[in-house]
């Protein structure tokens, strides 16, 4: 769904970080980190029921194994790497932008749904803010 944030993080995201590192490291040497982080939000929070979104792999696959290599949590058997394990998944897609074959793609149904879905909450640029 690259079409969300595109060309982020930019310039002033950039900006903004240095910004907020400025100020995180003088509070850490004012001793003003200690305190109970406040942060903004609907509470309680939900249950996280998971993505749906789980990639797989297809007849282009040529089995080198950078997928399996790459997935943070194991979810890809470096033997069988057109396996996914489903239940470990996290959906965090990393397996897709490192296939050289670009063997690897979620269902295009799923996909429309979630990009409906994330539409209306991020259309408009994103603002970077620092919660310490
Ligand atoms: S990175 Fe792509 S080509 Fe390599 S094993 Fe994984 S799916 Fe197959
Ligand atoms: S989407 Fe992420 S967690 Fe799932 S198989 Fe690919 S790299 Fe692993």
């Not at 944030?5 to 490291?25: Q, S, V, Y």
């Not at 050289?100 to 990009?115: D, E, M, N, T």
């Amino acid at each position: 769904m690259r079409q969300f944030a595109k060309g982020r993080p930019d310039l002033k995201d950039k900006e903004e970080i240095l910004k907020f590192a400025a100020e995180i490291r003088s509070k850490m040497e004012a001793g003003a980190l200690t305190g109970e982080l406040r942060l903004p939000g609907n509470r309680p929070y939900r249950e996280y029921g998971g993505v749906p979104m789980k990639p797989q792999s297809g007849r282009s696959c040529i089995k080198c194994g950078l997928c399996a290599k790459e997935c943070p949590v194991g979810a890809i058997p470096y033997d069988r790497p057109n396996k996914t394990d489903t239940d470990t998944c996290i959906s965090c897609m990393r397996c897709i932008s490192v296939c050289p074959q670009k063997a690897r793609s979620v269902s295009k149904i799923l996909l429309g749904a979630g990009s409906m879905k994330l539409k209306k909450a991020c259309s408009e640029r994103k603002k970077n803010e620092l919660f310490a």
